[in-house]
């Protein structure tokens, strides 16, 4: 503006409102694209913000209830029960009889253990660490291996010996007199998961 001032003090022409008008469309038009810019700046942050937003809260609902999932999965195995594949499973600590192994598994509604699968071998080995527990196999003499729920066993493991009632050790199972005392392992159906 400066300049143009000079040049009519020169003794130019007088000015016109055409150039004050054009210089002031320019010196107005610079701030409008500033102004579009960080419009246009600030637009493209909110959208970032609020998909970030959304982000966050999806990703909060999934980790609460995947944490609501977790702590609730085995909530009906008693406290000192161990809860796998559907089942919970009770180690003692103390040793006593086949027979009155059994009857400490009823008074919680549950049995020696029974199991079918390798799966469920693997696990109770795991955890019988040095110890010898009662299992819920038995035979009377002479007669076939049956499971406390009246099943038949099958043969898909060995059982060493000639007692009549099955134990498990970290190598296998074996078996023993009923009148000898182990530890024993109860096991019953998880009703959280199976009534889920």
């Excluded at 694209?33 to 419009?39: I, P, Q």
Aim: glycine share 6%.
């Amino acid at each position: 503006m400066d300049d143009h001032i000079r040049m009519m003090n020169a003794g130019d022409s007088q000015p016109t409102g055409d150039v004050i008008s054009s210089y002031l469309a320019v010196e107005s038009q610079e701030p409008t694209k500033g102004n579009k810019k960080r419009l246009c700046i600030s637009k493209i942050v909110t959208i970032v913000i609020f998909f970030l937003v959304i982000l966050i809260t999806t990703l909060a609902t999934i980790l609460a209830v995947e944490k609501h999932k977790s702590s609730t999965e085995h909530t009906s195995c008693l406290d000192d029960w161990i809860g796998y594949l559907g089942k919970c499973f009770y180690f003692s600590e103390n040793t006593t009889t086949w027979a009155a192994s059994q009857n400490f598994c009823t008074s919680y509604a549950a049995t020696l253990a029974v199991f079918n699968t390798t799966k469920e071998l693997d696990f109770l080995k795991r955890y019988s660490d040095h110890s010898q527990y009662w299992i819920g196999l038995s035979r009377k003499p002479g007669q076939t291996w049956k499971w406390i729920d009246g099943t038949t066993y099958s043969g898909w493991f060995k059982i060493i010996g000639i007692g009549e009632c099955a134990y498990l050790h970290k190598i296998g199972i074996s078996s023993a007199s009923t009148h000898l005392v182990r530890k024993w392992i109860c096991s019953k159906p998880d009703t959280h998961i199976s009534g889920s």
